[in-house]
């Protein structure tokens, strides 16, 4: 091993140490090397070559999951930091990486991939989004509670238009008409998404529209009574916050509420691993973002973070998705399931971490509520 190898091992087994973990040790956080070029690639490549490299089978570790929580509670992103990552960090805020034309390009990669595969993960809701666990023992209980969470703190009442900005597969729409005969529209920017969704409404109603939320028809069909948008936000981006808050109070009646579910951290940072593969132009915002964004426009009444239920969410979805891939077998591609596993692996435990991304529920009223909001949890 040359000396450039010798001292780029070093320092990925010095950020290793720092967060417990071992090379070759015997713990499941510790990781086991198979291709020697592993050391370079990730002390000059930082979480991108990471990521690939495990991609590629050049390391293994039982339990990436609480590596990746070891090493951002230990090291913070400077164990990981390399500078495709600072610089995606500096263009989403000077580059507006979200305009209309780039808005389906998240859908073409991800959500309009093959619906099994999400059916076989997400399980019946087909919900997307972080679940809540307060009270609930299994996924599609927690993720029932969430939907009841979210019509709850909205005061969601029978009749009542609601609209679903980025509905996903319905889920949540399905819910509100159940359980409060809502008149619900979803907008989603994925067409597979939108003709599932309008497939599974099954009479009741509701409207499901192939659109992105700066589209003229959205506007047109307002205004609501209430709104929500549950693990969309992140694909606006820095530069769009204001004009999305701008649109949403359009499409708000002035005594109605609106409440944003969204994955958020203080570091404003987006991973580039996950830019590439998994979330093209996707953006984390920080709490002065939505502060700074919504001033003038909607009073903040609750602010709501239950962070831990994330990475719990996540890890219902890897043990699916593995039991999925297991049966599927040969049929789904070696590096197709260890990019997926990597993915859910390091999103749980960037939530565990505790220091790095967070889960919010914020709730929004225009005027303020008369004689104040009642939190709901």
Known sequence: ????????????????GRAGARVGGPDPWDIHVHDPRFWRRV?????????????????????????????????????????????????SRLVNLQTSRRAGQVAEVHYDLDTELFAAMLGPTMAYSCAYWRAAEDLDAAQRAKFELV????????GESLL???????????????????????????????????????????????????????ARMGPFDKLC??????????????????????????????????IGNEHGRT????NRHIFPNGALPATADISEAVRG?????????????????????????????NERGAAMPARFRRMWSYYLSTMAGSFRAGCRNQLWQVVLSKRGVRGGYRSIR
């Open 151 to 158: 019509c709850a703190k909205l005061y969601l009442g029978t």
């Open 297 to 325: 426009l909607f009073v903040i009444e609750d602010w709501h973070n239950f962070r831990a239920d994330y990475d719990r969410t996540v890890m219902a979805w890897h043990a699916n998705f593995l039991r999925h891939a």
């Open 43 to 91: 002390a000059l490549g930082g979480s991108l070559a990471l990521g690939d490299s495990y991609m590629d089978g050049w390391w293994d570790c039982a339990a990436i999951d609480e590596l990746t929580a070891r090493v951002l509670a230990s090291s913070g992103d400077e164990a990981v930091l390399d500078w495709r990552t600072a610089a995606l960090a500096t263009a």
């Open 229 to 262: 948008s549950v693990g969309m936000f992140e694909h606006v981006g820095h530069r769009n916050y204001r004009a999305f808050f701008e649109s949403a109070h359009r499409l708000l009646r002035d005594d109605g509420l609106f409440l944003l579910h969204t």
């Open 164 to 218: 679903d900005i980025g509905c996903g597969w319905g889920g949540l729409v399905r819910h509100a008409v159940d359980t409060r005969g809502a008149r619900a529209v979803g907008i989603t920017v994925s067409a597979p998404q939108r003709d599932w969704a309008a497939a599974h409404d099954e009479g009741r109603g509701a409207a499901y529209h192939a659109l992105d939320w700066r589209d003229p028809a959205l």
């Open 1 to 16: 091993m040359g000396s450039l190898d010798s001292a780029a091992r070093r320092a990925v087994e010095r950020a290793l």
């Open 271 to 274: 991973d580039a691993w996950l």
